[in-house]
T-cell receptor
């Protein structure tokens, strides 16, 4: 079974700083998908960024980018120029094919003014 | 925002009562999921469905049951609520296509007293 591990339960940075959230996963598959989801306080979970394992290029979405290291089974999220609105729980998730999502434990990120 | 709705948002109910948490989506998605989110915010898959009349138990054992009679509707029922069922319940849906993102509802916070 696939597992996803987020080793940082909580992180806190100052506004405008850059922060990196870590995620590792375990799978024997060669093709799969990785996601970062964001859950703001009392609001819906939303997708931040997605990476397809067969693509070597790291995905980017505005201030959000990933460092995907397939051999190391690592998928970290970098948030540049962090903003107060980035305060949220962040979940790393894994999907093989069209099967169910497997989530990590989450990282609580606080952006301080 | 995603077109997936959960009702009620908050529910306080006595032990032994039967409850149904509603989840509806208007996107025509094949796949639907129920997650239980514990106080530490970790997500546990309790039920999922790949389409009408298809339901499967998730990774976390749950006393709840689900049904999928219509594509858009995926209710979760507890026949006899107990304090151990107190939690946040999140519903999600996605297309049954490889690697597609899941859309989440706002959640139902259930408290059993």
């Amino acid at each position: 079974a696939q597992t996803v591990t987020q080793s940082q339960p909580e992180m806190s940075v100052q506004e405008a700083e850059t922060v990196t959230l870590s995620c590792t996963y375990d799978t024997s598959e060669s093709n799969y998908y990785l996601f970062w989801y964001k859950q703001p306080p009392s609001r819906q979970m939303i997708l931040v960024i997605r990476q397809e394992a067969y693509k070597q290029q790291n995905a980017t979405e505005n201030r959000f980018s990933v460092n995907f290291q397939k051999a190391a089974k690592s998928f970290s999220l970098k948030i540049s120029d962090s903003q107060l609105g980035d305060t949220a729980m962040y979940f790393c998730a894994f999907m093989k094919g069209a099967q169910k999502l497997v989530f990590g434990q989450g990282t609580r990120l606080t952006i301080n003014p | 925002e995603a077109d997936i709705y959960q009702t009620p948002r908050y529910l306080v109910i006595g032990t032994g009562k039967k409850i149904t948490l509603e989840c509806s989506q208007t996107m025509g998605h094949d796949k639907m999921y129920w997650y239980q989110q514990d106080p530490g915010m970790e997500l546990h898959l309790i039920h999922y469905s790949y389409g009408v009349n298809s339901t499967e138990k998730g990774d976390l054992s749950s006393e709840s049951t689900v049904s999928r009679i219509r594509t858009e509707h995926f209710p979760l029922t507890l026949e006899s609520a107990r304090p151990s069922h107190t939690s946040q319940y999140l519903c999600a849906s996605s297309w049954g296509i490889v690697g597609t993102e899941a859309f989440f509802g706002q959640g139902t916070r259930l408290t059993v007293v």
